[in-house]
């Protein structure tokens, strides 16, 4: 498959596009370029804060070193437990708190919030809680814009009960998958986190003995069409269990691609490109949509978010309400 700098939009996201029903689901790939660290970054940084705080040794650091992010977060949650300290998430994942300098955080958060006004993310950061105005051709203009908008935020949810489809469906609504930083007990890092987070034996219940989280990705995975944006392939794995969660609930198995994922490539891997597409096709359902890092490497992100700014359909607020009323008239 070739690897072009600005990739072809498939036909099943501008149908989704102009039917409202288009969900970026956000990784860490996409924070990065506002400054946040990767998810194997952001692992090593929390065992480096352990070990200025005298909790773990530089030794013991160097011997997690070859672990998975997933089992470094584990051993560091239960390690600072242990000793009664603290981990300080915001500071490892925000070098700043001014928004509005970070050129490339604008950019991308605002090119974003011109494609859809719902947001799933499994990041923790604060980016996508915030109204950032989309691409303006005056920049100026954009940054009188961003201050105007900087104390509104989006409809924020990130407590396994609020995980329902009619929270969703408010306006500019974001749903923090695996937790937030209001919450740092509820984060999900460990091991058990995601067991308990995505049991089938319903861990975590509803009235009636449902898992919230599981029902919510089921409704999510076949009402809506879903473009995973910024999950590197050191992210897989967290990608696959959330993926595959669904697929079992929902009991849905084909090689018809109902949702998409943008994911860079130099043009020098398409042998790896096409292997991974096959894969995503075949077990998840997913079609890869991959794009050339050749130029500009990761930042290429943000022109190829601002070409599908300019290419896919807005929606008529009537047509999107139309579907809505036939969506609740086909659930109901």
């Known amino acids: 498959m070739e690897i072009k700098s600005l990739p072809d939009i498939p036909q099943g996201l501008i149908d989704a596009a102009a039917r409202g029903v288009l969900v970026p689901f956000i990784g860490a790939g996409v924070s990065q370029l506002a400054g946040c660290p990767r998810w194997a970054e952001f692992a090593d940084k929390v065992l480096e804060q352990l070990v200025q705080k005298r909790v773990l040794r530089p030794a013991q650091r160097s011997q997690l070193s070859a672990l998975s992010p997933r089992v470094k977060l584990s051993i560091a949650k239960i390690t600072a437990k242990k000793a009664g300290v603290e981990i300080d998430y915001a500071t490892l994942l925000h070098k700043t708190t001014d928004w509005h300098e970070n050129k490339d955080g604008r950019a991308v ?7 859809s006004r719902w947001f799933i993310t499994t990041n923790y950061d604060e980016w996508l809680d915030r109204l950032f105005p989309g691409t303006d051709s005056n920049e100026e203009e954009q940054a009188e814009s961003a201050e105007r908008r900087e104390q509104l935020r989006r409809n924020k949810l990130y407590r396994p009960e609020d995980f329902r489809a009619d929270e969703f469906r408010k306006p500019d609504t974001v749903l923090h998958l695996h937790g937030a930083l209001e919450d740092p007990d509820g984060m999900i890092l460990s091991t058990r986190d995601y067991i308990e987070r995505y049991a ?16 919510f990705l089921e409704f999510l ?46 043009t020098f891997e398409e042998g790896s490109c096409d292997a991974l597409r096959e894969y995503f096709l075949q077990q998840c359902g997913v079609e890869l949509i991959p794009f050339s890092r050749d ?3 990761w930042r290429q992100l943000i022109h190829v978010l601002e070409d599908f700014v300019g290419k896919l359909p807005k929606n008529d607020p009537l047509t999107v309400q139309d579907f809505r009323e036939m969506e609740g008239l086909v659930n109901g």
């Not at 958060?109 to 494609?115: E, F, K, N, T």
């Not at 089938?200 to 029902?215: A, I, P, Q």
């Open 109 to 115: 958060y605002g090119h974003l919030s011109a494609l």
């Open 200 to 215: 089938n034996d319903r861990h975590h219940v509803g009235g009636d003995g449902e898992n919230l989280v599981l029902s």
């Open 221 to 266: 995975f076949q009402q809506r069409t879903i473009l995973f944006v910024g999950y590197g392939l050191e992210e897989l794995e967290v990608l696959e269990y959330v993926i595959m969660k669904a697929q079992d609930r929902s009991g849905r198995r084909s090689r018809e691609a109902r949702h998409y994922m943008l994911q860079g490539f130099f």
């Open 295 to 297: 130029e500009e490497d």
